[in-house]
């Protein structure tokens, strides 16, 4: 996975994805893995959020990767077919992704998958008190 994090532009030692990985599961989240034989090549990380603006929780892919060397063949299509299963399973009425501005190739992959813009994100960095 520190592969795939890297690929998507998120360097990160293997203790700290280790690290992450079991605060994810320790708050119940979710990560779908794919793989070939034991080669991670691909993951989708979950978030379900209830919210005050809606009727239902809204799901929230929060990192889809497929290792270059396996795109198109399917991987993140079925990957992102287990979120919504998950997020329908739990009751959400929503299913949001993010992705980066200069990622065109992924906008049209979600496009695809019948996914539409809907809003604008913005951020801002902060420096964690803890």
């Known amino acids: ?13 293997v203790g700290v994805v280790a690290q992450r990985l079991t605060a994810l599961a320790d708050d119940g989240e979710t990560v779908f893995v794919g793989t070939r034989g034991v080669e991670v090549l691909g993951f989708v990380t979950l978030h379900l959020t209830p919210v005050l603006h809606r009727p239902t929780a809204v799901g929230r892919i929060t990192a889809l990767v497929v290792a270059s060397r396996a795109r198109r063949q399917g991987l993140g299509r ?12 739990a009751g959400c009425g929503l299913v949001e992704v993010t992705s980066n501005q200069k990622l065109a190739e992924a906008h049209a992959f979600y ?11 913005f951020g801002k960095a902060l420096s964690p008190s803890r």
């Not at 996975?1 to 030692?13: N, S, T």
């Not at 990957?79 to 329908?88: G, K, Q, T, V």
């Open 111 to 121: 496009q695809q998958l019948g996914y539409a813009m809907t809003s604008y994100r």
């Open 78 to 89: 079925a990957l992102i077919a287990a979120a919504e299963r998950r997020f329908a399973d």
């Open 1 to 13: 996975m520190v592969g795939l994090l890297e690929e998507l532009g998120f360097p990160a030692a």
